[in-house]
């Protein structure tokens, strides 16, 4: 991911410790500092033989469908851990940080959605859903266009709020500018309908632009009391992790990280770049998993009010992390990306990881 210069001033905050001697955080709080789950054993492969994976569904039926980014394929996982038939996306046009994204499924299994990179921006589809001895898709339809595309910052991460709406996450494109206007879908959350429809209580009239301010945002998920949260990649100085409301502006290109400056809302939780590059978000029984991709980690994040304790684990194991999501009974499963062409590349395909959490899984 290329990190052009800022050129707009940002306020400068203390340096968050690195997370293997920890130390005060931005919040005041030490990372570690609060108890919680931990790891029970090492990793276990689920799949392996993937391409740049980027997002995942687990299904009523024990399958699970995982996009890849570059081949713009939908994988099918079965219960048995063998692959059925690939869903193949069309009209999809990967490049840099571009390609096939994020994916869900509505909670009655009727249409599955992505977002995708097409010829002229990023948009969402969805496309019906069948079940015969294995999923297979109709013919897709767009419920949202328009989002620019660039070589990077295209966002990409969708998902089913409690609500019932659909979340859209899209970055700037490269250019900052779009993140403040709101003539732009660009550096915002989106909300709309299951069809595509603007729910009549977003924010902004007329509008599926349901928060701004945002540089690329990969990463959301919803607590136990439906508050959304996101995480975001910065520039070249601090990533972040926000508590998000309707309307509210993060502040991007103004400001980036905690700058206590009016007007904007300030993360949560920052890090310098080099240790998160955070993309999927997952939350379950009260910890917050985010995928790291640069850090080459997952920060597992612990809430009271509005202060945050981050503890940072398996550091450098598995490469490159792309997506974290909630496992059988449980568990933590990861998405590696060490063949998106970033980084450090290791050998070998990317792999779905599984952890069991004591505290959460019994035995």
């Avoid at 391409?51 to 299904?59: A, G, Y």
């Avoid at 399958?63 to 063998?82: C, F, H, K, N």
């Avoid at 898709?137 to 266009?145: A, C, D, Q, R």
């Avoid at 945050?308 to 999501?325: D, L, M, P, Y």
Wanted: hydrophobic share 35%.
């Amino acid at each position: 991911m290329t990190r052009h210069p800022l050129l707009i001033g940002i306020a400068v905050v203390a340096l968050l410790a690195g997370c293997t001697a920890p130390g005060p955080g931005p919040n005041g709080l030490a990372p570690g500092d609060a108890e919680g789950v931990q790891p029970a054993g090492d990793a276990e492969v689920i799949a392996s033989d993937l391409t740049t994976p980027w997002s995942l569904v687990r299904m009523s039926d024990g399958s699970t469908l995982i996009s890849e980014r570059d081949t713009a394929l939908v994988r099918q996982l079965q219960p048995d851990g063998e692959y059925g038939d690939d869903l193949v996306i069309d009209d999809v046009v990967p490049g840099g940080e571009g390609g096939l994204l994020g994916i869900a499924v509505d909670p009655e299994e009727q249409f599955l959605y992505y977002y995708a990179t097409a010829a002229d921006d990023n948009r969402v589809l969805r496309a019906e859903l069948s079940n015969d001895d294995g999923w297979s898709i109709g013919e897709p339809e767009v419920i949202l266009e328009g989002m620019a595309k660039a070589g990077n910052h295209n966002g990409g991460r969708i998902a089913f709020g409690p609500d019932g709406m659909l979340y859209i996450t899209a970055g700037d494109a490269g250019d900052p500018d779009r993140a403040q206007s709101l003539d732009s879908l660009g550096g915002k959350i989106l909300r709309v309908e299951p069809d595509g429809a603007i729910p009549t209580d977003n924010p902004f009239e007329g509008s599926p632009v349901y928060s701004l301010g945002h540089r690329n945002p990969q990463g959301i998920a919803w607590d136990d009391e439906g508050q959304l949260f996101a995480a975001e990649f910065g520039q070249n100085t601090w990533d972040e992790f926000n508590r998000i409301d309707a309307g509210s502006n993060y502040g991007w290109p103004i400001v980036e990280g905690i700058g206590e400056v009016e007007g904007f809302v300030d993360p949560l939780y920052q890090w310098p770049t080099s240790q998160a590059s955070p993309s999927g978000l997952l939350y379950t029984q009260g910890t917050f998993f985010l995928a790291a991709l640069r850090g080459e980690r997952v920060w597992v994040l612990y809430l009271d009010g509005d202060r945050v304790s981050a503890v940072s684990w398996f550091e450098g194991e598995h490469g490159r992390i792309r997506h974290a999501a909630e496992g059988p009974d449980g568990s933590l499963w990861l998405l590696t990306s060490n063949t998106d062409g970033n980084g450090d590349q290791r050998e070998g395909a990317d792999q779905l990881l599984q952890y069991r959490l004591n505290e959460l899984v019994e035995g």
